[in-house]
């Protein structure tokens, strides 16, 4: 481990490897079965985390008479939609400017579709009497550094002229509102960020599906899928599904549509919660607004408050496993979470002495352009969404609309995007991807280091439409 003073390892005395959102809430609903024996549907959804819930969900929606079944390797949520830090945004593009390096004559429409799936999910929050403790919060992304603000200066300026209303708070108006030493600058947008529980979001559309039918399956591995003449035959352990059609939800697990595995490597993401602040605590730091927070740099931290004003710091880091491999293990891991108590610490000094409860870890699917991406397969039979690079919470659901719509044969606005026809490029294969992530993650550091400059591998990787900043 590099070196860390032994008094911010203090602070972590108190942690427990666990997830926070799932520690002792009332609200998790009782299991659901594992499948055993044959069923039979039109449509069967594998995976039940976000994507597969608003698939599911939305299927009943569009047509009360189809029948619906999710079958999940582990239990509903227990992936990236149970442990991820609650930040739901409008951005279907993981942030404007890298949708809008990629999409450009698209991104009005891209846009328009963002806010307008952001306001379908309150209106699926409030219609189903789902306790996520929704919060329309808006988000602060904070320069920390002074060559971060003239890349904030001219989002904002690209944004508003795409008809967005955010702006630059200089760094007396950003620590007015939340009181850091480190802070600069920042980006204020007020309506394209709210926050939620997570989990209780994934519970909440888990007791919105079964309402309207949806039938689920938990413990219930897919080994492999087969096309018949007239459909297709999803293949577990105990049983069978047979069905029309098949929607793959399954984030950072391996695809069942081998072809698909080139485009996605999953890399860990880490977080902590602080106990309870104070009213002495939350008066030093200010933060009223309750506002989501990132960092500006191309490796970022974020953080927020929950409900019981506990802090949840995660970020930075993004770790990648050789050959991409996916293990229980892996999420936890004691450098990480002393590095991030270090970085919370320096943010606000404030609160030093403040224990951390809470520490885990979860798996991000990422592809090369840092957002979702669409593809069919068996004949148009079997459609996937990939991809979302951790700003999943609020894309999944476009995500789902737009695979019912593939398999469904819909032509309109959303399946005839660029964005929804064309892949992202693919990696490399081993060993070649893991010194490319390595090499790809030095450099970014090395920038973040330098002035934001970009040396010229980055250059290399603009050059081709890779981009990775983040």
């Known amino acids: 481990m590099a070196t860390i003073d032994p008094y911010v390892l203090k602070h972590l005395s108190h942690m427990q490897p666990a997830l926070y959102w799932l ?18 549907t039109d449509l069967c959804v594998v995976g039940a985390g976000y994507t597969g819930l608003w698939t599911a969900l939305i299927a009943k929606e569009q047509n009360p008479e189809r029948e619906v079944i999710i079958v999940e390797q582990r239990e509903t949520g227990a992936g990236a939609s149970g442990r991820n830090g609650g930040f739901c945004s409008y951005s279907l593009t993981h942030g404007f400017m890298n949708g809008y390096s990629r999409f450009k004559d698209e991104m009005a429409v891209i846009e328009r579709l963002g806010r307008e799936n952001l306001d379908l999910i309150e209106e699926t929050i409030k219609r189903y009497g789902i306790d996520c403790q929704f919060e329309w919060t808006g988000e602060l992304r904070i320069a920390n550094e002074e060559w971060q603000i003239e890349g904030l200066v001219d989002e904002a300026n ?8 955010v702006e630059v708070l200089a760094q007396e108006e950003i620590q007015a509102r939340v009181n850091s030493p480190l802070s ?3 980006l204020w947008d007020p309506d394209g960020t709210a926050l939620v529980d997570p989990a209780r979001l994934v519970w909440g559309l888990e007791r919105a599906c079964l309402k309207l039918g949806v039938k689920i399956f938990e413990n219930t591995h897919v080994e492999w899928l087969e096309r018949t003449s007239d ?17 793959l939800a399954t984030n950072v697990f391996k695809s069942l549509v081998k072809r698909a595995h080139k485009y996605v490597v999953p890399v860990y993401d880490f ?9 002495e605590q939350m008066k030093s730091i200010g933060w009223k607004g309750r506002e989501g927070l990132s960092e500006a740099g191309n490796q970022f931290h974020y953080y927020r408050l929950t409900k019981d004003n506990e802090i949840l710091w995660g970020g930075y880091d993004a770790i990648y496993n050789f050959r991409g491999k996916v293990r229980q293990e892996y999420e936890t891991d004691a450098e990480t979470y002393a590095h991030l108590a270090q970085a919370f610490l320096e943010t606000f000094p404030q609160l030093k002495g403040i224990k951390f409860t809470h520490g885990w870890g979860g798996a991000i699917d990422t ?7 669409w593809g069919k397969a068996y004949g148009g039979r079997v459609a996937y969404v990939l991809g979302y690079t951790g700003l999943g919470v609020g894309s999944t659901r476009f995500g789902a609309q737009v695979m019912l719509d593939l398999l469904d044969k819909v032509d309109n606005e959303r399946t005839r995007l660029k964005m929804v026809r064309k892949k992202p490029l693919p990696f490399p294969p081993e060993p070649l991807k893991f010194i490319f992530i390595r090499i790809t993650q030095w450099s970014i550091n090395r920038a973040d280091q330098n002035q934001g400059k970009r040396n010229l591998w980055l250059k290399l990787l603009d050059a ?7």
């Open 158 to 165: 690209l944004r508003n002229s795409f008809g967005d209303n």
């Open 271 to 279: 977080q902590l919660v602080t106990e309870p602040l104070t009213k």
């Open 367 to 373: 592809c090369s352009r840092f957002s979702p991406f």
């Open 231 to 247: 459909g297709m035959i999803v293949h577990t352990p105990y049983g069978t599904v047979y069905a029309q059609k098949v929607a």
């Open 464 to 470: 081709l439409g890779l981009g990775f900043d983040s």
């Open 23 to 40: 520690d002792e809430d009332p609200l998790e609903p009782q299991p659901n079965p594992t499948l055993i024996g044959d069923v039979t």
């Open 184 to 186: 600069k600058a920042a």
